[in-house]
């Protein structure tokens, strides 16, 4: 009998392999971080000739990883400057959460990663996945969306009560703007109008791209910087063919429909606070969508480099 190859997904026995132990998830977060050399977090410095290993001892309270820097004369280890340094919890359930949080298409909720990873409260388990969150949160783009840009607003957020009861007072509005077949890039907007939205298209996408979007009224006078196109949704419409070019917002709208399934089905409720951070998380989700499991959460984690996030209680995890 034929056996089926191995998914190229990361399977609950390599997650096992790769993050089993605390040894192990270090290793790998060393991997990634480094993989063009170690680079001392205090300095900055990447001359290899610099680096010696410094011996774990107990006694001495000298953790495995640790090294040696002549450059700066310090010690450091790889967590260093990243959302790990400093917290309680394990690296290795850091590291399986960052890979459930990474591979879920609608998320994770605390309370869940909380019971698989037996962290000792929600609030930890809260507070360890707004950390992955605030991780993956772009600082800001290097270059403005080009080609066809599809973009749509929606009210998210609020309690389960309420929500598609045209009751808006306690949802939050936000735009995204997704490049056909490539990156989504979605925010919250403090009111939905004209001038805020076309803002968001201007900070985001190059002039003269196609930008493609219902019929909202608040959309118009894009023209002449942006070549716009809408669709009548009122009017049955949702995609119209012009020559080998299709006007829809089927990509932003199916971008809208898993955020809100996560945001209903997963979380029941996200805050007006809290909601930049899970867009963060659905944003880094679609944009590495082509990618394994493995891949996806690898690309994050290159993020949790230089975002500590402080909490103003003691209390952090
Ligand atoms: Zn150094």
Redo the contacts with the bound molecule.
């Keep these: 009998m034929k056996t089926k190859p191995a998914p190229k997904d990361l399977t609950l026995i390599q997650l096992f392999d790769r993050f089993g132990t605390d040894e192990k998830a270090r290793k790998h977060l060393e991997s990634v971080l480094w993989k063009g050399g170690i680079v001392?977090?205090?300095?900055?410095?990447n001359d290899q000739s610099?680096f010696s290993d410094i011996a774990p001892n107990e006694a001495a309270k000298t953790r495995a990883g640790l090294r040696w820097?002549?450059?700066?004369?310090?010690k450091?280890t790889v967590t260093i400057g990243t959302i790990f340094e400093d917290s309680h919890i394990p690296l290795r359930k850091w590291l399986i959460a960052w890979y459930l949080l990474c591979s879920s298409k609608k998320g994770i909720s605390s309370l869940q990663l909380q019971r698989l990873l037996e962290i000792g409260s929600y609030r930890s388990a809260l507070f360890m996945a707004h950390r992955i969150r605030h991780a993956l949160k772009e600082t800001g783009y290097a270059e403005k969306m080009t080609g066809t840009i599809e973009v749509d607003e929606t009210f998210v957020g609020g309690t389960n009560k309420g929500v598609g009861g045209g009751n808006r007072k306690h949802l939050t509005p936000v735009v995204a703007m997704v490049q056909r077949g490539g990156e989504v890039r979605s925010k919250v907007m403090p009111t939905v109008n004209g001038a805020n939205l076309k803002q968001a298209i201007r900070d985001n996408v190059q002039i003269c791209s196609e930008v493609h979007t219902d019929a909202n009224y608040a959309y118009r006078g894009l023209e002449p910087k942006f070549t716009h196109k809408s669709v009548k949704h009122c009017a049955g419409e949702y995609s119209r063919h012009e020559g080998e070019n299709v006007v829809t917002t089927a990509s932003v709208e199916s971008f809208f429909s898993l955020l809100k399934r996560g945001v209903v089905g997963t979380f029941h409720h996200v805050s007006a606070q809290h909601l930049p951070l899970y867009l963060a998380e659905f944003d880094h989700r679609h944009n590495c969508r082509k990618m394994t499991d493995g891949e996806r959460t690898d690309v994050g984690l290159l993020k949790a480099q230089g975002k500590r996030l402080i909490y103003k209680t003691q209390s952090q995890p």
């Design positions: 001392c977090p205090k300095c900055q410095c610099k820097c002549a450059n700066c004369k310090d450091f």
